[in-house]
């Protein structure tokens, strides 16, 4: 308090030329016109001197004002009765109608909870499985395994989408790898893509054995950054490896298990609709749909409820996304100093 | 827990008595208690490799063994009744080759100008004395965390008439507000200002400085964004899936989804059918290796850079 009074006494002196430079000509007799002074002004000489550094910016921000920015302003169509090629600032406004009509729908609430089920679930396991793995990669002894372990669990990685749910349909099909084994055990043929109860853990299980590598990089990263001096201790005080790993380790990297965490809640309903979309079958569609499959195919196909509808449910999805980040990051803040902003 | 305080006793004795003097470089012997811990890790990380690497073996053994063997579930770890059968098929399918092609050079143009794009903005993100500085920031920032949406994305793309040319596969998506900051934070670590200063005080202008100075050292950092931005538009189906009509102009992977996951039909029967399924099966093994096998012989040799890129980019500025 008394700090922010004394600051206040110190700035008093300097307001009356603030008011001078707003512009009072009356007060400036004497000095040099207003044009020199913005001209000499800290602002001005650096953008003399660096304006070029901006036109590297050029092709960058060009790109990204069309393709991130426009689209933006393009969202006000969720508020409109849109038809395709209609002028966006002269449409026809509906106000909240297009909302109300989703939060109505007989839908809204299976895809609310698909999409949050896909994604929960996949978290459940995703989250600490990448943990679990740098950890165990950290404490090898042999560094030479170490990488070729590494080597191997990034692999997957950069399978495309489309060819890892074509690894699905080829291991899981009714004539494939899994079926075989099953028959041969005894067991009978399952169509684990017309079955609703296999999507999802055949949609998760399949993500995270293509990601949990390359996921365990940046905790990899992390540990490999801990004082080789706190272990030293911990081993005098006769801490066991678990031990170790719990009280050294873990903590040392819990600020980037926090960012980590508050990116992925803030991800939490933002599951990626294109693996979804190549896996939907007839079958599994009742627990396949989520919010972004069903934007999609309102928006973007024929027999959807049409452009200003389908924006409508995907900005009501984003923020729903930008507020599950913004509350991770608060509570984050709160309870650990660990936040993104 | 009990446990656990007999294992820390223990240790602690071994620990309290000095080794002798010539023995000393000797690998200190681990307790039981980590020694379990060692092996259940080895088992487990063991267990991973396998899960990873199993399904990938198996679509290669597949994909040389004879259809019918494969479908009988006869083949599980060598190949069974050796066939080129699935490369022929492949190769003779034109849609593949074709897709291939667009493919390839997608990836290549596509790269060439987010590279570009990127690595110059972020060499000007990077400069303290960027007017309008923070402003750019915030302009790039809030592109991670917020969007349009798919459908006014596609509204701006079809207004801009690229609606069915390669324009709508190679410009949009070309700066990635995450790949560039990556280099930015890579400019500001890794590129000491005094060289900046040298060249400027020497007066090369700052295009000179950028191209004859700061990209000849920053090739890690180019090689880290060609290749995510070459994998990600390599493995890309959906753009072209929304955005292209014309069959000719089909990336591979858009090819792809209707060989690989055409969706499996309860009906069936009948000798042509039967021989049908071998071939697709046969078809689908192959395409899976051939599609990727770019991506993977690259992988083991830049399989580093990737690392290093997930790391600068985790460093905070």
């Known amino acids: 308090m008394e700090a922010n009074l004394f600051e206040e006494e110190q700035a008093a002196p300097a307001a009356p030329s603030a008011v001078a430079e707003a512009g009072v000509p009356a007060a400036e007799a004497g000095k040099p016109p207003l044009r020199t002074r913005i001209h000499n002004s800290a602002f001005a000489r650096n953008f003399r001197k660096n304006w070029t550094y901006l036109l590297f910016l050029i092709p960058a921000v060009a790109v990204t004002f069309i393709f991130a920015y426009v689209p933006m302003y393009g969202l006000l169509i969720a508020f409109q009765d849109y038809m395709p090629g209609d002028p966006i600032l002269t449409g026809s406004w509906i106000g909240f109608e297009n909302f109300k009509l989703f939060l109505g729908d007989y839908a809204f609430w299976d895809l609310m909870l698909n999409t949050f089920l896909l994604c929960i679930l996949g978290f459940i396991i995703g989250f600490p499985l990448p943990i679990i793995v740098a950890v165990m990669l950290h404490t090898t002894k042999n560094k030479k395994l170490s990488k070729f372990l590494q080597t191997v669990f990034n692999g997957p990685h950069f399978i495309s989408l489309v060819v890892l749910v074509g690894m699905l349909t080829l291991f899981f099909g009714r004539y494939g790898l899994v079926n075989n084994i099953i028959e041969s055990m005894g067991g009978e043929r399952y169509s684990f893509f017309l079955e609703a109860k296999a999507f999802r853990p055949m949609y998760i299980l399949s993500s995270n054995w293509q990601d949990f590598g390359w996921s365990s990089i940046i905790y990899l990263a992390a540990l490999s950054g801990v004082e080789q001096a706190q272990h030293e201790a911990a081993k005098i005080d006769g801490a066991s490896r678990v031990q170790r790993i719990l009280h050294v380790d873990i903590p040392a990297i819990m600020p980037i298990i926090s960012v980590m965490l508050i990116m992925s809640i803030g991800g939490l309903m933002g599951v990626g609709y294109e693996k979804v979309l190549l896996m939907q079958t007839d079958g599994n569609i009742g627990v396949s749909e989520i919010i972004a499959t069903y934007v999609y195919k309102q928006g973007l196909t024929p027999g959807g409820r049409g452009a200003g509808y389908a924006t409508a449910v995907g900005f009501f999805n984003s923020i729903i996304n930008l507020i599950l980040l913004i509350i991770a990051n608060t509570v984050s803040k709160r309870f650990s100093e660990n936040s993104l902003f | ?317």
């Open chain 2, 1 to 317: 827990m009990e446990n656990m305080s007999a294992l820390e006793n223990e240790n602690m004795q071994t620990s309290a008595t000095p080794a002798p003097a010539g023995k000393r470089r000797r690998r200190v012997k681990e307790t039981p208690g980590d020694m379990a811990y060692y092996i259940i890790t080895y088992i487990l990380l063991g267990i991973l490799a396998l899960i990873v690497l199993y399904p990938l073996w198996f679509i290669v053994i597949a994909s040389i063994s004879n259809a019918e063997a494969v479908l009988n579930g006869k083949v599980f770890l060598w190949p069974v009744g050796f066939s080129l059968r699935g490369y022929e098929l492949c190769f003779q399918n034109k849609e593949i080759w074709i897709g291939y092609g667009n493919t390839v050079w997608y990836t290549l143009v596509y790269t060439a100008l987010s590279v570009m794009f990127t690595l110059s903005a972020a060499w000007a993100l990077s400069r303290k004395n960027l007017p309008f500085r923070r402003f750019f920031m915030i302009f790039f920032t809030i592109t991670m965390f917020f969007g349009g949406g798919l459908i006014p994305f596609y509204n701006v793309v079809s207004g801009l008439g690229m609606l069915d040319t390669p324009w709508a596969i190679l410009l949009p998506g070309t700066v990635s507000a995450w790949n560039l900051f990556m280099a930015k934070t890579f400019f500001q670590t890794g590129v000491p200002d005094t060289i900046v200063e040298a060249a400027e005080l020497d007066g090369a202008n700052r295009f000179r400085l950028f191209i004859s100075i700061i990209l000849p050292i920053s090739m890690p950092i180019v090689a880290v964004l060609a290749l995510y931005y070459a994998i990600g538009q390599w493995n890309s189906y959906f753009n072209a899936m929304i955005f292209l009509q014309n069959e000719n102009l089909y990336p591979l992977q858009l090819v792809l989804t209707n060989i690989l996951t055409a969706a499996e039909s309860s009906v069936g029967g009948g000798e042509g059918y039967y021989e049908a399924m071998l071939q697709s099966n046969q078809l689908k093994y192959v395409t899976v290796i051939i599609s990727s096998l770019p991506v993977f012989c690259l992988y083991p040799f830049v399989q580093k850079y990737f690392a290093q890129g997930v790391l600068v980019g985790s460093l905070k500025d």
